[in-house]
């Protein structure tokens, strides 16, 4: 089965945004990937709610969300106005993981559970059943353009057997160093959605590789 493929804005090009939106509009892909960041959670600033909403005016496709900020439950109701149709926070940002999921949800969003590359799978045993998806972060948190943490296959791999364990309908998420090279092997070991910047972004045709991605199992 073909994976589910989420360009990730953070790579896109800031001077003329409204042509990389349009290009994802008219690509195989499924979502438009925002990652919003705080400078305090994760050593980098990003963008937040006046770019989500103007992403949103103009994309055909749903907006996945990624808040890695501290305290995120300050701003659920403000995303979904913004138009995010999924939204994901840090297990390691979250003082009150199940009472936040249940809000996103309560909003009418997906809901996701993000991992950073240190946090263990066996964190998720006594949550999952609360989460629409589990996003594996495969680089640390802030930056694009890392290099992929090979740990991630097993990562995904344990979560895979968790899910399919407990007959849960739970998605998979990798972001970070996703590209044509290891996409197979990441739907091998068990991701259903692929988020990838630099890999579109920096190539002269992003919409092939959008294309490659999606056939690469």
Known sequence: MSPLIAPSLLSANFLDLASDIKMINGSVADFVHSDVMDGVFVPNISFGLPIIRSVHAIAEKPLDVHLMIFQPERYFEA?????ASMLS???EACSH??????????LGMK?????????????????IEEAD?????????GFGGQQFIEVTYRKIATL??????????TLIEVDGGVSVNNAFNLVKAGADILV?????FG????????EQLKNCS
Request: glycine share 4%; proline share 7%.
């Open 196 to 200: 990838a910047g630099n890999a579109i």
């Open 160 to 169: 895979k057997e968790l899910i399919v364990k407990r007959s849960l309908p």
């Open 203 to 210: 190539h002269e045709n992003p919409a092939l590789i959008i």
């Open 111 to 127: 809901a996701g559970i993000v991992l950073n590359p240190h946090t263990p799978v066996n964190t998720l045993d006594s949550i």
């Open 89 to 91: 926070i840090h297990y």
């Open 133 to 141: 998806f589990v996003l594996i972060m495969s680089v640390n948190p």
């Open 97 to 106: 993981l199940h009472r936040n999921l249940n809000a996103i949800r309560n």
């Open 79 to 83: 995303f979904k106005e913004a138009g």
